[in-house]
């Protein structure tokens, strides 16, 4: 099976840059794509191809992958960036995604 | 402006069956593939059903192949997901999204509905 492992949570100051990693096997091979779920809410987008952000997705957020790891980093964080976090991929046309993390911002 | 709205959602028992639909609007509906995603109470995303954007390719996880099965309509702009012998671990909201390049490798769902939600219960 393909899985994708995210680690439950992270913790950062307001104004401190936050890290989001996605690990799975033969990840290297495939795009990332992230979503923002902030609570009581929907999904959003806010990295796909690995590092491209949609319209309206601010700078400080940006995405990278390097071998079987995909990153997600907040710069500048703030209160409002407080959220679930889902990387996600395909494997066969069909989608996968991580557990989640949940950032907090202290 | 694009949007879809879920519906159909509701509490059923188990072994029963229920169609979602997810109406589109504010963009070309058959020229995008679309998918179901949902979420357990206090769980993650889990994707459960794909469909290409003419309707003559779908895909599913294991976990609900053959009891599930999604479908559109090109000309109502309409997204169903009829499930079927639904079970306690398939109560969870249930989102539709736009996919932006198909169900393909470097794709992603770049616009989700607000969900219904589907309760299986007795």
């Known amino acids: 099976s393909f899985d994708l492992t995210q680690a439950p949570s992270v913790s950062v100051s307001p104004g401190q840059t936050a890290t989001i990693i996605c690990s799975g096997n033969?990840?290297?091979?495939?795009?990332a794509s992230w979503y923002q779920q902030r609570p009581g809410q929907s999904p959003v987008l806010v990295i796909y191809?690995?590092?491209l952000r949609p319209p309206g997705i601010p700078e400080r957020f940006s995405g990278s992958s390097s071998g079987n790891t995909a990153t997600l980093t907040i710069t500048e964080t703030r209160a409002l960036d407080e959220a679930d976090y889902y990387c996600?991929?395909?494997?066969?046309?069909?989608?996968?995604f991580g557990g989640g993390t949940k950032l907090t911002v202290l | 402006e694009v949007q879809l709205l879920e519906s159909g959602g509701e509490l059923i028992q188990p072994g029963g069956s229920l169609r979602l639909s997810c109406a589109a609007s504010?963009?070309?509906?058959?020229?995008?593939?679309m998918t179901w995603v949902r979420q357990a109470p206090g769980k993650g995303l889990e994707w459960v059903a794909g469909?290409?954007?003419?309707?003559?390719?779908?895909y599913y996880p294991d976990s609900v192949k053959g009891r599930f099965t999604i479908s559109r309509d090109n000309s109502k702009n309409i997204l169903f997901l009829q499930m079927n012998s639904l079970r306690a671990d398939d109560t969870a909201v249930y989102y539709c999204?736009?996919?932006?390049?198909?169900?393909?490798?470097?794709?992603?769902?770049?616009?989700w509905g607000r969900g219904t939600v589907v309760t299986v219960s007795s």
């Open positions: 469909i290409s954007g003419r309707g003559g390719g779908t």
């Open positions: 033969k990840l290297e091979n495939r795009y």
């Open positions: 191809r690995d590092a």
């Open positions: 999204a736009k996919t932006m390049f198909g169900l393909s490798h470097d794709s992603a769902f770049d616009m």
């Open positions: 996600q991929t395909w494997v066969n046309n069909t989608g996968v």
């Open positions: 504010g963009f070309t509906f058959n020229n995008y593939a």
